[in-house]
């Protein structure tokens, strides 16, 4: 954790690959009530010195450290991981 979790809002770096190597990625996890937005999304930044931002929007009333852990599962699981943004709708 890069600050201290909040229930709006997380902040937190883990390592993973991407495109075939190690790197960095700096997370930023939101609730999706909390943005001006309708679908869940992520969106991949352009790397810097092997670090990576990352902004994840989920449908969570708030953010807990299990959400932290699975947002890093999703992640690291993701099949064919590109820049840009990866939008999905909401859970019913």
């Known amino acids: 954790m890069l600050e201290p979790l909040q229930p709006d809002s997380a902040h937190f770096c883990f390592t ?8 960095i990625w700096n997370t930023e996890l939101i609730p999706l009530k909390k943005t001006n937005q309708s679908r869940q999304s992520f969106e991949v930044g ?8 990352l902004k994840i929007i ?33 859970p019913e």
């Open 46 to 53: 352009e790397e810097v010195n092997a670090e990576i931002p």
């Open 16 to 23: 993973g690959f991407y495109q075939g190597r190690e790197i």
């Open 58 to 90: 989920l449908d969570l009333p708030c953010i807990t450290e299990p959400d932290v852990l699975k947002s890093i599962i999703m992640i690291r699981n993701y099949k064919r991981l590109h820049a840009g943004r990866h939008e999905w709708s909401p």
